[in-house]
C-alpha cells in the first residue's frame, strides 16, 4: 500500500474525523458564549479573558491573571444568568488562571 501525504484544510480534517468535528463544535459553542457575556464584562477586563472548554453543564473562562479572576468571581451569578436566558443549558462557570500568562 502506497500512502501520500496530502494537506488538507481544518474543514476537511473535521468532516472526516468525528473526534475533530467535536472538538470544533464545542469550540464554536465556547466562543458564541463568551460572545453573549462579553457586555457584562467590563471593557479594561475583556482582554484578560478567554473561551475555556465546555465539560457537560460546566464552562470554563480562562483568565490572565489572578486580579482578573477575582473580578470575574464577583460577576459569575449575573453571567450565568445571561448565559441562561440565552438558551444555554450552563450549571456552573469555572474559572482558570492562565499560569503561562500572568508571568
Request: hydrophobic share 45%; net charge positive.
Amino acid at each position: 500500500m502506497i500512502r501520500r501525504n496530502h494537506p488538507v484544510t481544518l474543514l476537511q480534517a473535521s468532516q472526516d474525523s468525528p473526534t475533530l468535528g467535536r472538538l470544533l463544535e464545542l469550540n464554536r459553542d465556547s466562543v458564541a458564549r463568551l460572545q453573549s457575556i462579553e457586555s457584562l464584562i467590563p471593557p479594561a477586563l475583556r482582554g484578560s479573558v478567554k473561551a475555556g472548554p465546555i465539560d457537560g453543564a460546566v464552562w470554563c473562562l480562562l483568565l490572565d491573571n489572578n486580579a482578573a479572576a477575582a473580578k470575574m468571581r464577583q460577576l459569575l451569578p449575573m453571567l450565568q444568568s445571561r448565559l441562561l436566558s440565552a438558551g444555554w443549558a450552563v450549571e456552573s462557570i469555572r474559572l482558570k488562571v492562565n499560569a503561562s500568562a500572568s508571568r
